[in-house]
């Protein structure tokens, strides 16, 4: 083997080490590299259970995911945690993927999971938690928007040991969701970003079709009252409503741009939603938005709230001008109305952060404590 003189060994010594000290101080001084924990799923048994009407679960079983972990100041008080809310129909899975959880939960984006203690629950009805579809089918209680916040509160104090939220934000139903919170638990939040909603009471067009959708199950010979065999053929027909209500005729055209096209994205639609849908969920669901109204509370809300609408959200139609006038009743309130574009999708914006999250950044800094 051949060795090295004393000085070309002294100089290799020198350069080797030079070059393992400057790795270790590149090292040092290069950012880590923060990779977000997976979502946890979870499952918490909210005991006796009492509806707005009085009925009663002695076990109501909530769905939950949650992202992060939870920090507090020391005293034992929550500082890091926020809530997200998912729409009529939909669950906690909604939230998960890269068109959402990849724009808002990432490493340096505005709801960071190394900074934050995200929550994602399935409502009352959805999901996997206790829905009608569970087994008491139309005997199941009939709940209301309230009674998903009771449940949601109760999930975060009596489970999870969250005592404050640092944001509460929802789509949809879970927007109004949002609205209820603020007032219900005003100071509960630092911040909240009701999206797609109105913090009004469901009426006009909102209700018309709503009635329509219900009309159709209930008055289906196959419903036979809820105890069904087979799917009811009218639980198509609700589905329906509910794609022509809440897509964007931009985005339509591009994905179906001539009849056979629309034909079958029609298709496939039903094919995918009949498939994993279930008549008396949706029944109930639609039917919980029944005596929504926060209007006659909003003095009550203390948080900073943000409330976001589209332009092409055939749901809450801006041209009635109803956000502005709830949101000029907020202490601490702004409107934003996101304009038409090419990107916008309707009502389902609500979904697609990539448009919004610039808004959601100036809240959390805005109600910054």
């Not at 010979?221 to 589905?239: I, M, S, T």
């Not at 574009?341 to 979904?351: A, D």
């Amino acid at each position: 083997m051949k060795t090295l003189g004393p000085a070309r060994g002294l100089l290799f010594t020198l350069l080797f080490t030079g070059v393992a000290l400057a790795v270790a101080l590149a090292a040092r001084s290069a950012p880590a590299q923060i990779v977000p924990q997976p979502p946890v799923p979870g499952d918490a048994v909210v005991r006796d259970f009492r509806f707005a009407n009085g009925e009663t679960l002695p076990e109501l079983k909530m769905h939950y995911v949650t992202i992060g972990r939870k920090l507090d100041d020391g005293r034992g008080h929550t500082t890091n945690a926020v809530l997200v809310l998912h729409g009529t129909g939909g669950s906690s899975a909604q939230f998960l993927g890269p068109n959402f959880a990849g724009v808002l939960f990432g490493p340096g984006q505005p709801l960071d999971a190394s900074r934050y203690f995200i929550v994602i629950p399935d409502g009352i009805g959805h999901g996997a938690s206790s829905k009608p579809s569970d087994g008491l089918k139309a005997k199941f209680p009939r709940y209301t928007y309230d009674d998903m916040v009771k449940a949601q509160y109760r999930l975060l104090t009596e489970s999870l040991g969250v005592d404050h939220l640092r944001l509460v934000i929802g789509t949809s139903m879970g927007g109004m969701h949002t609205w209820l919170w603020g007032e219900t638990y005003p100071a509960f939040m630092d911040a909240l970003l009701p999206l797609a909603s109105l913090p009004n009471a469901i009426a006009g067009r909102n209700r018309m079709w709503r009635k329509m959708a219900m009309d159709l199950i209930r008055e289906d010979p196959d419903w036979k009252g809820g105890a069904y065999v087979a799917q009811p053929r009218g639980l198509k027909g609700a589905l329906a409503l509910m794609l022509l209500l809440s897509g964007s005729p931009h985005q339509w055209m591009r994905q179906a741009p001539d009849p056979v096209a629309a034909d079958a994205a029609v298709e496939n639609y039903m094919k995918d939603r009949f498939s994993k849908a279930d008549a008396n969920d949706l029944l109930f669901a639609l039917d919980a938005s029944r005596d929504y109204d926060p209007s006659p509370r909003l003095e009550r809300i203390q948080a900073a709230l943000l409330a976001l609408n589209f332009a092409d959200d055939a749901i809450n139609p801006p041209e009635l001008g109803l956000l502005e006038k709830g949101v000029a009743r907020v202490k601490n309130g702004q409107a934003v109305v996101f304009p038409l574009s090419e990107k916008t999708r309707g009502h389902q914006t609500h979904t697609w952060p990539d448009l919004w999250k610039t808004y959601l950044s100036e809240l959390l800094v805005r109600s910054k404590r």
